[in-house]
């Protein structure tokens, strides 16, 4: 557990650096992002080790995160987003992403398709616990946060957007 919290200091003290630091260049945004976004454990079948709902829905943002990190930013959020996108999704047993449908948008299309696209560039995603599925599969939201650069982060993971 000490291990964990060292290591997640690390990748606090790194986004810390990040938004005091003088702007960042693409390289070098893309190799924090890389450095930082890590996939939760799962077991040996490959089964998040989530206890909660919540859990396992972290567990698929860094995931997401970290398989499309050349679009993920990694700073603060500006204060006013160019885009929220909402999506709900369902994932089956096995981590197959069975269903997805936008619920929040200002029809930005290419902040919608970035989303939908990277959501289905996951998959398959970690399987969820047994205990989280209702008839063999697990329904959750989550909303894409789009910079005006065209970058994103996922609300569970995201850190506090700008006041200005």
Same mark, same amino acid.
């Given at each position: ?10 990748? !606090?003290? #790194?986004?810390? $650096? ?13 190799? =924090?992002?890389k ?6 454990k ?8 989530? &206890? ?5 829905? &972290?567990?698929l ?10 679009s993920?930013?990694?700073? +603060?959020?500006?204060a ?5 996108? !909402? ?9 197959? =992403? !069975?269903?997805?449908?936008?619920? +929040?948008?200002?029809k930005?299309?290419? #902040?919608? #398709? ?5 959501l ?10 047994? $205990? ?10 989550e ?7 065209? +970058?994103?982060?996922?609300?569970? !993971?995201?850190? #506090?957007?700008?006041?200005?």
């Amino acid at each position: 557990m000490g291990a964990r919290l060292a290591a997640g200091g690390l990748g !606090v003290a #790194a986004l810390l $650096a990040a938004c005091s630091a003088p702007e960042s260049t693409q390289e070098q945004r893309d190799e =924090l992002a890389k450095s930082i976004i890590e996939q939760k454990k799962t077991t040996s079948d490959g089964t998040s080790t989530a &206890t909660t709902e919540d859990g396992y829905k &972290t567990d698929l943002a860094k995931r997401i995160s970290q398989v499309n990190f050349t679009s993920v930013y990694v700073e +603060r959020p500006q204060a006013l987003l160019r885009s929220v996108i !909402v999506i709900k999704y369902i994932v089956d047993r096995d981590g197959n =992403l !069975v269903k997805s449908e936008i619920l +929040r948008t200002n029809k930005d299309k290419h #902040a919608e #398709a970035s989303a939908m696209g990277s959501l289905k560039n996951t998959e398959p995603f970690p399987k969820p616990p047994e $205990a989280l599925l209702k008839n063999g599969r697990i329904e959750l939201s989550e909303s894409w946060l789009f910079n005006n650069d065209g +970058r994103f982060q996922l609300r569970s !993971v995201a850190l #506090a957007q700008m006041d200005r």
